[in-house]
Structures are given as C-alpha cells and as structure tokens.
C-alpha cells in the first residue's frame, strides 16, 4: 500500500505499509518531504481507507 505525490517541483511515493516510508523522491527538498510525510501520518487512516475501497471494487 503507497501513495504518490506529485506537485510542480516533483514527485515522491511513500510506502503506508508496514509503516510509513519514503520509497522514492525526486526533486522535492527535505523540508518538503517532511511536510509531506506529516500530512501523511496525519491522514493515514483516510489514506488507506481510500486504497482499499479503490482496490476493492
């Protein structure tokens, strides 16, 4: 289970499972990857949530 993120400066993808890891990045700064990574955890359950019923039907 991943999510992408994809904005004008560049794209990452981070894995959700078995916890929430940077899988890959390109062209997106630290400070950038952490915001990222915080709206993540904050909106994980949602995130997942989204992925199953997604992947379910």
Do not use: D
Not at 13 to 41: D, M, V
């Amino acid at each position: 289970m991943h999510v992408n993120v994809h904005c004008t400066e560049g794209e990452a993808k981070f894995w959700l499972e078995p916890q929430i890891e940077l899988a890959r990045n390109y062209n997106l700064s630290r400070k950038q990857l952490q915001a990222i990574e915080t709206i993540i955890e904050e909106r994980q359950n949602e995130l997942r949530n989204a992925w199953t019923k997604h992947f379910s039907s």
